[in-house]
T-cell receptor, first 117, second 111 residues
């Protein structure tokens, strides 16, 4: 299957700082990527859709100025959590759909654990 | 809005027993349904993808069925092993790419 990587795998930061998380498709191109967050013992909640060459689209209730998304190339999307606060502590996961004969199966990155002190 | 429900929330079985995990969704207008496995603190591993036109998919000890009209999918895991212990998530996809996830079933297989 296709491989999606994330970096870093975990990060601890002080309140008020900004954190950037990278999502890369390693062996395929992805014009679209998705960003999710997952709180402990809960399911994944879609935050935004990252589109290569255009602005991201955010789900209702997600602050676009707080969660900045940049889809710089066909293999890289970044999520920047600006002025992070403890309530932003969560597990962030990205995914990318694989187009073509595999019927757009989605492949997920390993996730990034963010802890804001 | 699509609602995805997974029952039970947790399941504990002895090794060797067959597992049956249920997923239901409210809007039958789906493009496909995907089952994932998630280990603690890890990302998601895709297990099976069922297109809306398909009734089931099989991979090794895993079999997933889909009844789109009734909004149900079932994941069967035969002859469970301790290594099958994980959280299993189902996700449905409408016409766009966005997936709606269930809350998952956490499985513990006792040796």
């Amino acid at each position: 299957g296709a491989v999606v990587s994330q970096h870093p795998s975990w990060v601890i930061c002080k309140s008020g700082t900004s954190v950037k998380i990278e999502c890369r498709s390693l062996d395929f191109q992805a014009t679209t990527m998705f960003w999710y967050r997952q709180f402990p013992k809960q399911s994944l909640m879609l935050m935004a859709t990252s589109n290569e060459g255009s602005k991201a689209t955010y789900e209702q209730g997600v602050e676009k100025d707080k969660f900045l998304i940049n889809h710089a190339s066909l293999t890289l999307s970044t999520l920047t959590v600006t002025s992070a606060h403890p309530e932003d502590s969560s597990f962030y996961i990205c995914s990318a759909p694989l187009a073509g004969i595999s019927y757009n199966e989605q492949f997920f990155g390993p996730g990034t654990r963010l802890t804001v002190l | 809005k699509q609602e995805v429900t997974q029952i039970p929330a947790a399941l504990s079985v002895p090794e060797g027993e067959n597992l049956v995990l249920n997923c239901s969704f409210t809007d039958s207008a789906i493009y496909n349904l995907q089952w994932f496995r998630q280990d603690p603190g890890k990302g998601l591993t895709s297990l099976l993808l069922i297109q809306s036109s398909q009734r089931e998919q099989t991979s090794g000890r895993l079999n997933a069925s889909l009844d789109k009209s009734s909004g149900r999918s079932t994941l069967y895991i035969a002859a469970s092993q301790p290594g099958d212990s994980a959280t299993y998530l189902c996700a449905v996809r409408p016409s766009d790419y966005k997936l709606s996830f269930g809350a998952g079933t956490t499985v513990t297989v006792r040796a």
